[in-house]
Structure formats: C-alpha cells, structure tokens
C-alpha cells in the first residue's frame, strides 16, 4: 500500500520559517520525482517545487523562488521543503505527490501564515 505523509505545517507569522516533510512508502522512492503542490482556499491548485528522482534537477514556481527550497533524502524515503520569508499568501494546504508512470498524493498539510 501506497502512503505519502506530510508534516510539519503549522501557524508562522509573516517572514518566519517552516519545514515540511513528506514520508513515503509502499514505493521505490528513488525512483520517483517529487513534487510539492498547495491549495489556498478558493484558488486552483499551484505546482511549487519539483525535484528529480535523484535530486540533481530542482524546479521552482517564480512565487516561491528564492525563498523555498526542495530537497530529498532517498535513504529515509522522504522529501522536505524549506520555507523561509513566508508570506500571508503562502497560506495553504500543502500536498506531496510521487510521480514514475504511476502517481500518487498525500492527504496535505495546512500551512498559516498570519500574525
């Protein structure tokens, strides 16, 4: 069984910092590119970051660059998203998704930012 879990969302004033994990197993993580997304409320869902199954390719939407980054620790399945300089428009629900042919998502993890 296919399982992504993300965690470490959470309230952060603006221009705080969060870190977010996502745990994956039931798959051959190493295989898969990763992919964190967000969902604010009312508004599509937005691609944030993308890394590569062995982490040397990193793309970055033009809202987070600079500020998020991606990275991935394929001997403990999972894949993490730095969040610095965060803003009120960050806010969202933050979901991890594995991609290799097959693809799958995680359940989110709420992201506040708000003073």
């Known amino acids: 069984q296919v399982q992504l879990v993300e965690s470490g969302g959470g309230l952060v004033q603006p221009g705080g910092s969060l870190r977010l994990s996502c745990l994956a197993s039931?798959?051959?993580?190493?295989?898969?590119?990763m992919t964190w997304y967000r969902q604010a409320p009312g508004k599509e869902r937005e691609r944030v970051a993308v890394?590569?199954?062995?982490?040397?390719?990193?793309i970055y939407a033009d809202s987070v660059k600079g500020r998020f980054t991606i990275s991935r620790d394929n001997a403990k399945s999972t894949v993490y998203l730095q969040m610095n300089s965060l803003k009120p428009e960050d806010t969202a629900v933050y979901y991890c998704?594995?991609?290799?042919?097959?693809?799958?998502w995680g359940k989110g993890t709420l992201v506040t930012v708000s003073s």
């Open positions: 890394i590569s199954s062995v982490g040397g390719v990193t």
């Open positions: 998704n594995a991609r290799w042919g097959m693809e799958y």
């Open positions: 039931g798959i051959t993580f190493s295989s898969y590119a």
